[in-house]
């Protein structure tokens, strides 16, 4: 029996890209997984497909898909009780869930509604979902003992600390998430919670795929040291080594996967 076995994530915006990849790294490695996606009705075939391969016969009992908006308070206290209906527990949560302005405005011309749109789901529902979970997790801990150790996952990105003038509202909303990782370490350290941020490169996800050939060139040209793009499976591979208990020593860490693209190099 796997160590995972029986704990249970949530990864919020896992219909696809580096959600999608997380959820199927924790499964394999013994995780109930609850995926959840706003516009999303149903989950594709492949992707059933893939998770019933993973558990075999229990597909039903191991995972659940749960549609939710994380910026409508209502939602969000619909993924914690359909949760608790279903596992029972939280052991981790993978504050995932983001999206990119519709439209590319330069900083002098963005909306306010562009601003309040992707404020309010990159930012404003991971920190109030945090809060949720970070309760319920501590009402868990008084209940399942020195056994029960659960932590908290942030994806943020270099935009928390890179200027893209033409989608500064998204830039904003990944520096709140750094801020956020800080803000919950320091908090729920007295509860031994710890709270790491993950912050992706240029990943090649449906996210991306409007800017790819601008990308590609910027690669091509030595942007990133590693010149190549990165994979929503590096991101997966990130969370596995949280959740295996490799940084035990740590909490409020920001663990770059962008290739070495946060290095300053002359």
């Given at each position: 029996m796997k160590a995972e076995e029986n704990k249970v994530a949530l990864i919020t915006g896992s219909t696809h890209g580096i959600g999608k990849?997380?959820?199927?790294?924790?499964?394999?490695?013994?995780?109930?997984?609850?995926i959840?996606?706003?516009s999303t009705e149903k989950l594709?075939?492949?992707?059933?497909?893939?998770l019933s391969e993973i558990?075999?016969?229990?597909?039903?009992?191991?995972?659940?898909?749960?549609?939710?908006?994380?910026?409508?308070k209502e939602h969000r206290n619909l993924l914690i009780e359909?949760?608790?209906?279903?596992?029972?527990?939280?052991?981790?949560?993978v504050n995932n869930a983001g999206v990119s302005p519709i439209e590319r405005n330069d900083l002098l011309h963005a909306t306010e509604d562009s601003f309040d749109r992707v404020l309010a789901i990159n930012l404003k529902g991971p920190y109030f979902l945090t809060q949720l979970i970070a309760n319920w997790m501590i009402k868990l801990k008084k209940e399942l003992g020195r056994e029960y150790l659960p932590c908290i996952i942030n994806i943020s990105s270099i935009s928390s600390y890179t200027s893209s003038t033409n989608r500064g509202e998204y830039c904003v909303s990944k520096a709140g998430v750094s801020?956020?990782?800080?803000?919950?370490?320091?908090?729920l350290s007295e509860y031994n919670i710890p709270v790491y941020e993950i912050s992706p490169g240029i990943i090649d996800t449906p996210m991306t795929q409007s800017v790819h050939e601008r990308y590609d060139k910027l690669i091509n040209e030595g942007i990133i040291p590693l010149k190549r793009w990165g994979k929503s499976t590096d991101i997966?591979?990130?969370?596995?080594?949280?959740?295996?208990?490799?940084?035990p020593y740590s909490t409020g860490s920001v663990?770059?996967?962008d290739g070495g693209f946060h290095l300053h190099r002359l």
């Open positions: 990849a997380i959820a199927l790294e924790l499964a394999r490695n013994g995780f109930k997984i609850v959840n996606g706003a594709a075939k492949d992707y059933i497909d893939l558990y075999e016969k229990n597909l039903k009992s191991n995972h659940m898909f749960i549609q939710a908006d994380i910026s409508l359909k949760i608790q209906e279903k596992f029972k527990r939280i052991d981790l949560l801020m956020m990782t800080k803000l919950y370490a320091d908090r997966a591979k990130a969370v596995l080594a949280i959740v295996k208990g490799l940084f663990i770059e996967i």
